[in-house]
């Protein structure tokens, strides 16, 4: 990779970033991602422009998972009546590879850190919603080339 950051979480903007793959293990948790919006105040970013990156890597230092949710919805028939409301669900961490899985092919509509917490909330392959809890110790970001924001996904 030719641009390598790190702790640079916030100089990056992942809403909308298409998940390729995430790896989990002990002690690492790896995103492999496109679409990937790098913000002007990153230190790697020379042209002060939002700018895109695909092939991005994000890794996770000491990556744990603190909790996993998939979010609940309502069901409703073609006149909108209700059909069925179904609540969040806490995944069990012996299902979170399994529900990894699901995250292939989906995107991140959102992505925060807070207190050392990393929060993703994911669209997954499955038309499901999930919410993401990490804990780590740093981030690391990896990346090949800058793309201009209005370049077609690769």
């Not at 995103?31 to 919006?37: A, G």
Request: glycine share 8%; net charge negative.
């Amino acid at each position: 990779m030719k641009y390598i950051t790190k702790n640079e979480f916030a100089h990056f903007n992942f809403s909308d970033a298409y998940i390729e793959e995430v790896r989990l293990m002990p002690g690492l948790l790896h995103f492999y991602l496109d679409n990937v919006t790098i913000l002007p105040e990153n230190s790697c970013n020379r042209d002060i422009r939002e700018m895109r990156a695909n092939g991005f890597v994000l890794k996770l230092e000491d990556g744990s998972i603190e909790s996993m949710i998939e979010e609940g919805y309502q069901h409703y028939d073609a006149d909108g009546k209700l059909m069925h409301g179904y609540e969040d669900v806490s995944v069990k961490p012996e299902d979170y590879a399994a529900y990894l899985k699901d995250f292939e092919d989906g995107a991140i509509f959102c992505a925060e850190k807070e207190n050392g917490q990393y929060i993703f909330y994911i669209d997954g392959r499955d038309e499901r919603t999930y919410q993401l809890w990490v804990n780590a110790t740093g981030d690391v970001e990896e990346w090949d080339r800058f793309l201009n924001k209005e370049e077609g996904l690769e």
